[in-house]
């Protein structure tokens, strides 16, 4: 690993530089060499940052650089780099731009003529989808859910017919809501992925129809914790599959005295019927 500035960066270069998403092991020895190899390292937390370089022994100054400063503070970056210094430019995690900052000041450099160079590395977008078991030939990154439940319901019913995968970040607080609102707009029977906790010592990568999915995370509270992307899969068209005449009387009567949820369950039981089926019927017929 070589402290030697000059001998390592030709010219003047901003790096773009992935850090671990949570396993610092998954840290590349060439993002290693870049950080200790810059002038300076622009980061989203600097107090955050500190901790990574800490841990590797890297000396290099810092820059803050936030969702809340970065149109004021990324030409004097541009206008360092333009001066002779190279800089690297890291996230608190993940690659850099992916729902984080840098944007303006990648946008501004390459205006400016100053070399962008990209390291691949860490996303948890990718390592979410590699693992999902959905289809990954046609993917859209669609970032954060938005905050309220009409943007989100909003956003389910924009891509509710859009038949690749879509991968979404969400919060834990608020993924009991963004669940309810993906289950009214995209039904039961959708396919769902919940990665959390990705590289982590509690890392758990679940999928189920959306509706057993609810279910599954209801079951323990931990599974409502950690950092969470959601991976929705694309729409396609049904199968018609007709429910027998007695199956659909039986879960009228049911209904009476039952929530609906359990009348489905029990109904699929008695005839060796899909549950998610029989809910999405009294959804539509008994409401």
């Given at each position: 690993?070589?402290?030697?500035?000059?001998?390592y960066?030709?010219?003047?270069?901003?790096?773009?530089?992935?850090?671990?998403?949570?396993?610092?092991g998954?840290?590349?020895?060439?993002?290693?060499?870049?950080?200790?190899?810059?002038?300076?390292?622009?980061?989203e937390?600097?107090?955050?940052?500190?901790?990574?370089?800490?841990?590797?022994?890297?000396?290099?100054?810092?820059?803050?650089?936030?969702?809340h400063?970065?149109?004021?503070?990324?030409?004097?970056?541009?206008?360092?780099?333009?001066?002779?210094?190279?800089?690297?430019?890291?996230?608190?995690?993940?690659?850099?731009?992916?729902?984080?900052?840098?944007?303006?000041?990648?946008?501004q450099?390459?205006?400016?003529?100053?070399?962008?160079?990209?390291?691949?590395?860490?996303?948890?977008?990718?390592?979410?989808?590699?693992?999902?078991?959905?289809?990954?030939?046609?993917?859209?990154?669609?970032?954060?859910?938005?905050?309220?439940?009409?943007?989100?319901?909003?956003?389910?019913?924009?891509?509710?017919?859009?038949?690749?995968?879509?991968?979404?970040?969400?919060?834990?607080?608020?993924?009991?809501?963004?669940?309810?609102?993906?289950?009214?707009?995209?039904?039961?029977?959708r396919?769902?992925?919940?990665?959390?906790?990705?590289?982590?010592?509690?890392?758990?990568?679940?999928?189920?129809?959306?509706?057993?999915?609810?279910?599954?995370?209801?079951?323990?509270?931990?599974?409502?914790?950690?950092?969470?992307?959601?991976?929705?899969?694309?729409?396609?068209?049904?199968?018609?599959?007709?429910?027998?005449?007695?199956?659909?009387?039986?879960?009228?009567?049911?209904?009476?005295?039952?929530?609906?949820?359990?009348?489905?369950?029990?109904?699929?039981?008695?005839?060796?019927?899909?549950?998610?089926?029989?809910?999405?019927?009294?959804?539509?017929?008994?409401?």
């Amino acid at each position: 690993m070589t402290s030697n500035k000059t001998t390592y960066i030709e010219q003047p270069t901003l790096f773009i530089v992935p850090t671990p998403i949570g396993n610092l092991g998954d840290i590349t020895q060439r993002a290693l060499d870049v950080l200790n190899s810059v002038d300076i390292i622009a980061a989203e937390d600097t107090r955050h940052t500190g901790k990574l370089l800490s841990h590797f022994n890297i000396q290099t100054r810092t820059f803050a650089l936030h969702d809340h400063n970065e149109q004021q503070k990324a030409q004097v970056l541009v206008d360092k780099l333009l001066a002779g210094e190279s800089i690297a430019l890291v996230s608190d995690a993940g690659t850099p731009l992916i729902s984080d900052p840098g944007y303006h000041l990648v946008s501004q450099c390459r205006q400016a003529g100053v070399k962008v160079v990209p390291l691949p590395g860490a996303c948890a977008v990718i390592t979410a989808l590699s693992a999902s078991g959905l289809p990954s030939d046609r993917f859209s990154f669609e970032g954060f859910l938005p905050a309220k439940s009409k943007g989100r319901k909003d956003k389910f019913m924009e891509i509710a017919k859009v038949e690749r995968t879509c991968i979404f970040y969400e919060s834990p607080h608020r993924i009991t809501e963004s669940l309810a609102d993906m289950l009214d707009v995209l039904g039961p029977e959708r396919e769902v992925v919940l990665a959390r906790e990705l590289t982590k010592t509690y890392e758990t990568i679940q999928g189920l129809p959306l509706g057993e999915l609810i279910e599954w995370i209801e079951e323990d509270e931990n599974r409502k914790r950690g950092e969470m992307v959601l991976l929705i899969h694309g729409h396609r068209e049904p199968v018609n599959e007709e429910l027998p005449d007695e199956a659909t009387r039986t879960l009228a009567i049911l209904v009476k005295e039952l929530p609906l949820k359990k009348a489905a369950a029990a109904t699929a039981e008695i005839y060796n019927l899909k549950k998610n089926a029989l809910y999405k019927w009294g959804l539509e017929n008994l409401s």
